[in-house]
């Protein structure tokens, strides 16, 4: 407890790793006034596979986790590379980003809410972190690129599946569940709400770049998504 | 003092939810590519109620306070949740909104410069992180709108203002004045700079949005504003 | 060692007035849709000296050490002005600007892989805080400004350079080297190679704000850059 609480490496490197694969996917799609070279998508899955995890500790007030060991860079950076090397076929299977996406999101948001609790903050503030590291990357990600910032603007469902994860965390460990297993529930609950609001508005995974395409041709104002 | 040192809580829960509440009718007022949806709203009045002692205690190195206590957040999500039920009434006492982000940022830049004071940095530093404080919610919020950040662009009033504050907070510290007395004529101080400069340049509470959908028409840079 | 290790004063605070100047120095020369008032300017100056260190310390888990004294803030702010003072006869100095710019990152990325270092981080993040002070603040101001981020766009080089300089004291650590020796060595690494980029591209110091313009005209997304 307290200090001495560490999520399992092998799940917090997992998360990590479908971070690092979903963020060069991600940006491998991405066409904009000037295409990513190949470091910027490397720089993009670096950035979403560890951007939440080290969000949420500077929320915590502790040193960032995934500094603390080799781990987690080796292996955001092979993940974020093995994207880029599969993005092209991978691109077809077109579900597969937003699937990624929605586990990935689960994961970060269960694990921040965890910590949180196992360093003793109060409920509320546990789920906000649990929120923040869940989006966080994200954020990162949009800022970086120059994007619009998705949970604002498209991504109600990011917070909203993020809040609803940590948030039956919280619940569950206040009835005493063990975190193990309420993990996994809050993982599932964010994935589904996520991947409901995406089938539930018929649209696309492209949906996003698609939107852009047309506020693009529109208003001039998102850089211009020539056809991917 | 040190660790032990904390701002009053009802004066603190009062900022954020002052916070909150500016945050929250600031973008309901929002005419974007897209408007923002009520969650959209919400988030914005959080980070504007609690950005600035989230920077704040970053900066001086310790655990967000705002965290510790289920109480911020819980007051920053109610107040943020008024002030989308009252925009519409409210946005027609043009006044209040830029009235209320005069005291706001003169709180958030009086708490961070005491705190920092209280936690031992010399006075430079503590007027650096008052200013940071109180601009730094805005800063999160115009980068999270996409908007461009108004502490450059417009709002030089801002930084001037919250410095000066934050400056006689310190010298009057100095000057062996207690703290909260200190505090009181810090943010009178920056409040009244900033109030005097709207004022001065004769520009209304809508001046931004004006100047935004005058730039929108010339550049197409900006969101484009359709009319309030 | 370990929380008593300090980089030496004169250094850090040399890399900050540099820093400060170049910010000043890169800011005095932007147009945008509104061209920065003087104290946007300086404001540019302060981030740019002092974003990378503060970044640095926050992943390190540490109190940022530019607010433990008065002396970084005060130098950061009197070369910032110095900067404005002297913008306009040293823009003719075409390369100043560049090769002021290829030093700073060199010296923010060799503190912060050093300080890593010797607060026990393993290789592979000090590499990466390394890079992450070397180039924060150029991303902070990119964003406070309102500009693309430069190191995901342009500057591929940027991030190159500083991983090739941060790579390098790691190695030369390991080796034996004293860290002084190897931090000189990380330095000139960084920085030659990032001269080496601009000059093998045949770019000029303007070559940004040239490719801004002409992709403003293209697409109408960029602040309009008008004539330097």
Redesign the interface.
């Known amino acids: 407890m307290g200090q001495g609480f560490v999520i399992p490496l092998w799940a917090d490197l997992s998360a990590v790793a479908l971070g690092g694969l979903q963020g060069a996917l991600f940006a491998s799609g991405f066409r904009g006034?000037?295409r990513?070279?190949l470091?910027?998508v490397a720089?993009?899955g670096l950035v979403f596979g560890m951007g939440g995890g080290?969000i949420r500790?500077?929320?915590?007030?502790?040193?960032?986790a995934?500094?603390?060991?080799?781990w987690?860079?080796?292996t955001a950076t092979a993940s974020a590379l093995l994207g880029m090397l599969i993005a092209r076929p991978l691109h077809r299977v077109a579900g597969l980003i937003v699937g990624l996406d929605a586990v990935v999101i689960g994961l970060f948001g269960a694990f921040g809410t965890s910590k949180a609790i196992l360093l003793g903050?109060?409920?509320?503030?546990a789920v906000?972190?649990g929120v923040c590291a869940a989006v966080g990357g994200g954020?990162l990600r949009d800022?970086?690129?120059?994007l619009?910032?998705a949970?604002?603007?498209v991504g109600?469902l990011y917070?909203?599946a993020a809040g609803a994860g940590s948030a039956l965390l919280v619940v569950l460990h206040l009835l005493g569940v063990p975190v193990a297993a309420a993990g996994v529930a809050a993982v599932a609950t964010t994935a589904v709400i996520r991947l409901l609001a995406v089938r539930f508005d018929l649209s696309l995974p492209e949906q996003r770049m698609l939107h852009r395409r047309r506020?693009a041709a529109e208003?001039?104002?998102?850089?211009?998504v020539r056809g991917d």
Request: charged letters at 15%; aromatic letters at 4%.
């Open positions: 006034q000037r990513l070279d470091l910027g720089i993009i080290i500790d500077l929320l915590l007030g502790r040193e960032p995934t500094l603390r060991s080799d987690y860079l080796v903050l109060p409920v509320v503030p906000f972190v954020v800022v970086l690129m120059g619009p910032v949970v604002m603007h109600s917070a909203v506020v208003t001039g104002l998102i850089p211009v």
